[in-house]
């Protein structure tokens, strides 16, 4: 599955890392394509968007928006 989320808060390349590394521990995800005030996050179907706005808010951003997608996208792998 890959669910899609606007990020607000974000502004540079260390906003990324950090929604990058607030991501790659939560069980299910398998590939993540971050940019600045977005990520796109492929996962196994067990991952809620509040599990994924919830790590995002640990590294200190907000959720403004999430759409998840049934089908799948090559995304790099974790």
Known sequence: MLTRVLI????????????YTSL???????GLDIGIGWAEIEHD???????????IGVAGYEVADA????????L???
Not at 8 to 19: E, F, K, L, R, T
Not at 45 to 55: I, K, M, N, S
């Open 24 to 30: 790659t521990p939560v069980d299910g995800v398998t």
């Open 67 to 74: 759409s998840t997608e049934t089908r799948r996208r090559s």
């Open 8 to 19: 607000h808060g974000m502004s540079c390349n260390h906003c990324v890392q950090a929604v």
């Open 45 to 55: 179907g067990r991952v809620t968007v509040e599990q994924l706005r919830e790590a």
């Open 76 to 78: 790099p792998v974790l």
